[in-house]
């Protein structure tokens, strides 16, 4: 008895190949990542403007960003505990 090649949850089968594969358009999306989306594409070009660079083509090294994600992330604490006090 054959098997048949059925797809997973999120694939389609190109039936001329057979190949399995995932569809590269998204028919539906998600309004929350849409938006935080657009929050990352305007910090981009806020941070491009500022330092006339991209994150990408920034020299800085490893400890540098080490660095800077700590600094990020004890911030981030602090929000926390504010907000864990206001009622």
């Given at each position: ?20 594969y995932i569809p590269t358009q998204i ?19 806020k941070g491009i403007e500022e330092y ?36």
């Open positions: 008895m054959k098997s048949e090649n059925k797809p997973y949850k999120g694939y389609v089968t190109d039936y001329s190949t057979g190949l399995n028919k539906q999306s998600d309004p929350i990542v849409e938006e935080v989306k657009d929050i990352m594409d305007k910090r981009s070009t006339g660079t991209t994150l990408a083509d920034n020299p800085d090294g490893f400890y540098r960003w080490l660095n800077e994600l700590q600094s990020e992330l004890l911030d981030a604490a602090l929000y926390i505990q504010k907000l864990k006090k206001q009622k």
